[in-house]
């Protein structure tokens, strides 16, 4: 990913250590995905459970949502950091608003 936006220049971890909510965010997602394809796959094929496919089902989860979320968790936590501290001077380009 870029460091900053190419249209208002503002950059995306906005103080040190911003990744650490982009991070939260991306675990409680993969966490949920992965939640939600164990038990469906137990609830959908329950009595005969078919542990293997399960399992394959359940890597693939387990790799590929914190990958391919990732960026998506990025624009979450800034949208939330903007709530809790609006931008200041300078953070944007003038035409932009600041």
Known sequence: MVDSCPRCGLVFERI????????????VVSFGALLLTLLGGFFLSYPDINGPALLIAAVLVAVLTPILFWPFSKTIWLTIDLQFRPLEPGEVREEYGW
């Open 16 to 27: 040190e250590g911003h990744w650490t909510g982009d991070l939260g965010i991306n675990t």
